[in-house]
């Protein structure tokens, strides 16, 4: 993603994205519950890390040991952190301020919401739809999330489903008994997919319903608008890593299934406004721009030219962070992307470099217990990542594998040329 006169540009493989430059606010200090000596030589950090959670900090509702490890090294004995650091994940069914909780206790440290990028924290760049009437589909705090993220006038999969109950016929005890007419419902404008759903085939089949109709699920038309509705979708993996020894259907399962069903009604293919999430650039851009304005707020004058992404999904974190760090190598070139014109910068990034660390905690350790999951380097692995998105096999391949996340800290310090 680059700015283009006033706007950030985000390319994926098939689509182009104008999107407003400006970004969030910047991030605060992380409180530990050990300290780390600060020698009084140290100058100040040039790098900073974006940590996945589900895999690297936790599994499921537990810590994971080596996690604390490696936030006792993070920090300084004043409980500041030594560098800066934010926390990635393509989460979305909660809020940041409750996530930036439940870290808390688990890593015995302080997190701060802003420190949180949830999967759908771009959508606040997406200004053009905040007034739009959308409609939501997830689980959690979907209209609080909504709401957080700009959009004033949103329905929630329940709502319309109350609105018109003869849409939501799967289910033979949810089936309406009565279906009062509906001629006094606003239209809807835009989708919004923030994370998989409870009743997969409820929000499947109103999603259906309202892109079909053009934004109006009562009314009866010859045929189907095209293009569609904007939807914005945020979470693409397929799989994620929790307490079960097997990965678990992701978001990325649920959109999987939406075009496949949309595709096979109307024989055309189902565009996305905006994609986010890892692997997305515009998730990266988005943590650089927190990254530096943290740096800035501590008074850090070097500028961060080294990122580290550190996560356990090969096709979500690695290949994320390696086609982030293909997009700083082309931006510093100043090539042409996909042909969508030279790459400009309204302002200049100092960041040179994202290396991505696999950990074997998550996603990527149960390849060895014979998972489906791709194994970098394997003779026949499945393409995981969202059919947006081209597939090239190199982005798979992590800059470091490591056991845990404590030996991912060890690691880039020593780089670093830190204690």
Same mark, same amino acid.
């Given at each position: ?26 991030? $605060? ?8 000596s600060e020698g009084r030589a140290e100058s100040p950090p040039t790098f900073g890390f974006l940590f996945d959670i589900d895999g690297v900090l936790v599994r499921g509702h537990r810590v994971i040991p080596a996690a604390l490890e490696a936030f006792s090294k993070l920090v300084n004995s004043q409980g500041q952190l030594r560098v ?9 069914? /909660? ?15 302080? !997190?701060?919401?802003? $420190? ?37 006038? =949103? ?7 109350? &609105?018109? #109950? ?21 239209? /809807?404008?835009? !989708? ?14 109103? /999603?259906?319903?309202? *892109? ?8 009866? *038309? +010859? ?6 509705? #904007? ?28 075009? +496949? ?20 650039? *515009?998730?990266? $851009? ?22 580290? +992404? ?39 990034? &100092? ?6 660390? *696999? =950990? ?12 489906? !999951?791709?194994? #970098? ?32 800290? $060890? ?9």
């Amino acid at each position: 993603m680059a700015a283009l006169g006033g706007l950030a540009v985000l390319a994926t493989g098939r689509r182009v994205w104008k999107l407003p430059a400006r970004l969030s606010a910047a991030l $605060q200090g992380c409180w530990p519950r050990r300290g780390y000596s600060e020698g009084r030589a140290e100058s100040p950090p040039t790098f900073g890390f974006l940590f996945d959670i589900d895999g690297v900090l936790v599994r499921g509702h537990r810590v994971i040991p080596a996690a604390l490890e490696a936030f006792s090294k993070l920090v300084n004995s004043q409980g500041q952190l030594r560098v800066p650091v934010v926390f990635v994940t393509n989460a979305g069914n /909660i809020l940041q301020q409750g996530k930036a909780k439940d870290l808390s206790a688990l890593l015995g440290c302080k !997190v701060d919401p802003d $420190q949180v990028i949830l999967s759908h924290s771009p959508m606040k760049l997406f200004l053009q739809h905040h007034k739009r009437r959308m409609l939501v589909s997830g689980q959690g705090p979907l209209v609080e999330n909504a709401r957080a993220l700009g959009f004033q006038n =949103v329905v929630t999969i329940d709502e319309l489903r109350m &609105a018109f #109950p003869e849409l939501d016929m799967v289910d033979l005890e949810r089936r309406p008994k009565t279906m009062p007419p509906r001629s006094d419902f606003p239209a /809807i404008e835009g !989708v919004l997919l923030l994370g998989e759903p409870v009743r997969w085939e409820t929000s499947l089949q109103l /999603i259906m319903d309202v *892109l079909l109709s053009g934004g109006d699920p009562g009314a009866s *038309l +010859a045929a189907a608008p095209y293009p569609h509705l #904007p939807i914005l979708a945020s979470n693409m993996d397929l799989l994620w890593m929790a307490e079960a020894k097997m990965p678990r259907f992701g978001h990325g399962t649920f959109l999987l299934c939406l075009e +496949a069903i949309y595709r096979k009604v109307t024989g055309k293919e189902l565009k996305y406004e905006g994609l986010m999430g890892k692997p997305s650039i *515009l998730t990266y $851009q988005y943590a650089e721009d927190i990254i530096r304005q943290q740096a800035e707020r501590r008074g850090w004058a070097a500028p961060i030219r080294k990122l580290y +992404a550190v996560g356990d999904n090969p096709m979500s974190d690695v290949y994320g962070a390696n086609l982030f760090h293909q997009y700083l190598q082309m931006a510093k070139r100043g090539e042409e992307e996909h042909g969508t014109g030279r790459w400009q910068k309204q302002r200049p990034s &100092a960041t040179q470099s994202c290396a991505s660390i *696999l =950990v074997c905690t998550g996603i990527y350790s149960s390849q060895h217990a014979g998972s489906q !999951v791709p194994t #970098p380097g394997g003779a026949d692995r499945p393409f995981h990542g969202h059919r947006d998105f081209s597939f090239s096999p190199e982005l798979l391949e992590a800059s470091h594998i490591v056991q845990d996340v404590n030996e991912a800290v $060890q690691l880039v310090f020593r780089q670093e040329g830190w204690a």
